[in-house]
Each structure stands twice: as C-alpha cells, then as structure tokens.
C-alpha cells in the first residue's frame, strides 16, 4: 500500500511510494516562486528510487541549476504543465515532490521553511518552525 501518491492536473502523470516522506518543507527559494507562480512552494522528501511513475512519458524536465552550480531537475507534466517533481543533485537519493499533486494533503505539516533569504516579506513564517536562510555553499 502506498504511503504517499498523486498526479498531475490533468491525470496523465501519476505517481506512488511506499516509502515513509523523509521531510515536509516550504521553500522559498525565486526558482521555486517562478515555478509555482506563487510565494512558495511545499515540498515533500521522499527516496527517490522508491517512486513509481505511470504515464512517465508524459513527464518533461527543464534542467535548472541551484546556488553552487549543480544541477536541479524540475520535471512536469507535458500535458497540463503541473510541476511534480525536483531532483537536487546536492541533495541525492531525495526526490522532492510538489505537494499540491497528493492525493491527500491533509496530513501535510511543513516543520521547516528553506530558502529565507528570498521568502516574501508577506509571508509569515511561525516562530517554532526551523528557518534556513539558504542552501550551504560548501
């Protein structure tokens, strides 16, 4: 049975783990706005090679690049544009999920907000959550 699974807007893309989420975070970083369209977007680490795709032929990838050059692997949906997933390369074997795509986000409770640096100055960020300025440069 899986723990987390989601899909595109329009449905073409789906996805499944059985693995337990690593982590729940907003982050704030300006890629990450421009790729939402909003303030920020929440994000869900989970093992990246426990993902299961159907309808993967469908998922595009725009090859973007983080604060010290390496690779961030943005794929969408072709169909319908909605992003699904970031491959961090200084973050491997984590695959990060949009966490707008589960099927049930009632149980999403962001406990650390990445990327302070950038986030909106609108944006409230609560006290007790854990706030990292931005990624490390070493």
């Known amino acids: 049975m899986p723990k987390i699974a989601g899909s595109c807007l ?16 907003v982050c704030h970083c300006e890629n ?7 303030a920020f977007s929440i994000i869900v680490g989970i093992a990246a090679d426990s993902l299961e795709f159907e309808g993967d032929d469908n998922l595009g990838e725009f090859l973007d690049q983080g604060e010290t050059g390496g690779a961030v692997r943005r794929r969408f949906c072709r169909n319908c544009g909605s992003p699904i997933l970031s491959l961090v390369e200084s973050a491997p074997g ?31 960020i609560s006290d007790d959550a854990v706030k990292i300025p931005r990624n490390p440069t070493t």
């Open 94 to 124: 984590l695959g990060f999920i949009k966490a707008g795509t589960l099927e049930d986000r009632s149980w999403l409770n962001p406990t650390m907000h990445i990327w302070c640096d950038t986030a909106q100055p609108w944006v409230e």
């Open 32 to 38: 990450c706005q421009r790729q939402t369209g909003t």
């Open 10 to 25: 329009c449905g073409s893309v789906r996805y499944s783990s059985a693995a337990e989420p690593a982590m729940t975070a």
